[in-house]
């Protein structure tokens, strides 16, 4: 029985073309500057994204944490959104590794009142921290920032001598929804995280983009917390396959989450986000008093979910196909009429 898997974009697997670059990949010491599959997938991703540098890293955590390091000091402060993936998804790295103070700001959908943003930038005096960086993240949690929101909190940043740092882990499903290029958002921000694992089908990986000179300390830092490896271009070949054609694909799965909408929404007890629901990603609700029993009745199906949490989301990626939706409504539908 095939496994279907909607828990995430991130269990995609290497292509045949993927595992095959892995195969023949030209290997050098990452450390010493000479791995040959690392360098041109920085250097890929650089130029995609219009910035000076690039650096390979194990994870988005590592990425984001990087760049937190690199733009700030100890006691500095960060202003993110109180949602997004820096703050509730990497295990408070922030106050361990770059030592600074997350100022969570309330958003709606993501937008922040830019009014209240230049209110709460706090200039580092006797009694206040220093607003060193700003964050977004676009796509967020399924919906995408617009292109002039990211331009109205660059210009604020640069009024106040402040950096910005994107987490684009899903970047390149946010450009496709808002039909513009990926460097029409890394042009906004002065450093990017973009994550090859989700939706791209790399084993691993992420990559962080900025200028030579905050490259130059992040690489400082990656081999302080021990993510300088050596013959990694094993995991970089498949990297530059993400980067020149499976980003380029990633509308299927948008068109698959649609699909996923369109079954869904016929039971009379879901209830669709349609605001967070503009990439691959479907959150929904379910009221119904078995709801929180679903992710356990579909396991006997090989069909994997995330239990409900504050809501359910199904992940549409590589992989899976109508068919695939085909079976997941129908054991739904027979699980809630048995219930």
């Keep these: 029985m095939k496994k279907i898997d909607l828990r995430s974009d ?71 959104d109180q949602e997004c993936h820096i703050v509730l998804h990497e295990t408070a790295a922030s106050s361990q590794l770059a030592k600074v103070q997350l100022f969570t700001l309330e958003s709606k959908d993501g937008l922040w009142d830019l009014e209240k943003l ?79 694992s989700k939706g791209l089908c790399s084993p691993v990986g992420s990559i962080l983009v900025g200028s030579k000179e905050m490259i130059t300390r992040a690489r400082r830092f990656r081999k302080m917390m021990g993510g300088a490896m050596r013959q990694v271009g094993v995991l970089a070949a498949p990297g530059k396959i993400s980067l020149t054609k499976m980003r ?37 609700d379910i009221l119904h008093p078995k709801a929180k029993q679903l992710a356990q009745a579909l396991e006997q199906f090989n069909i994997w979910i995330v239990p409900e949490e504050k809501a359910f989301r199904f992940a549409a990626h590589h992989g899976l196909n109508s068919s695939d939706i085909d079976f997941v409504v129908e054991k739904m539908e027979k699980f809630f009429q048995d219930a």
């Excluded at 219009?50 to 990087?66: C, D, I």
């Excluded at 946010?174 to 002065?190: F, M, N, Q, R, Y």
């Excluded at 699909?259 to 990603?281: A, G, Q, V």
Aim: with cysteine; aromatic share 8%; glycine share 4%.
């Design 10 to 80: 991130t269990v995609t697997l290497p292509t045949p073309e993927m595992m095959q670059a892995i195969a023949n990949a030209k290997l050098g010491d990452d450390v010493f500057g000479d791995d040959i599959e690392v360098l041109e997938l920085e250097a890929l991703a650089a130029t995609l994204l219009r910035k000076e540098a690039a650096l390979f890293v194990p994870s988005g955590t590592f990425g984001n944490q990087l760049a937190l390091m690199s733009h700030t000091n100890s006691g500095d402060e960060v202003i993110l």
């Design 118 to 196: 230049k209110r709460i930038i706090k200039p580092g005096d006797m009694f206040s921290p220093k607003t060193a960086l700003i964050c977004i993240e676009n796509a967020y949690n399924g919906t995408v920032l617009p292109v002039e929101y990211m331009k109205n909190v660059f210009d604020i940043a640069r009024t106040h001598n402040i950096l910005v740092h994107l987490d684009g882990a899903r970047l390149f499903n946010a450009a496709i929804t808002l039909g513009v290029e990926p460097h029409e958002l890394s042009c906004h921000a002065d450093s990017i995280n973009i994550c090859l």
């Design 248 to 284: 380029l694909r990633l509308w299927e799965d948008h068109e698959l989450r649609e699909y996923m909408e369109s079954k869904l929404e016929k039971f009379p007890f879901i209830r669709i986000n349609k605001t967070h629901n503009k990439i691959n990603l479907l959150f929904f």
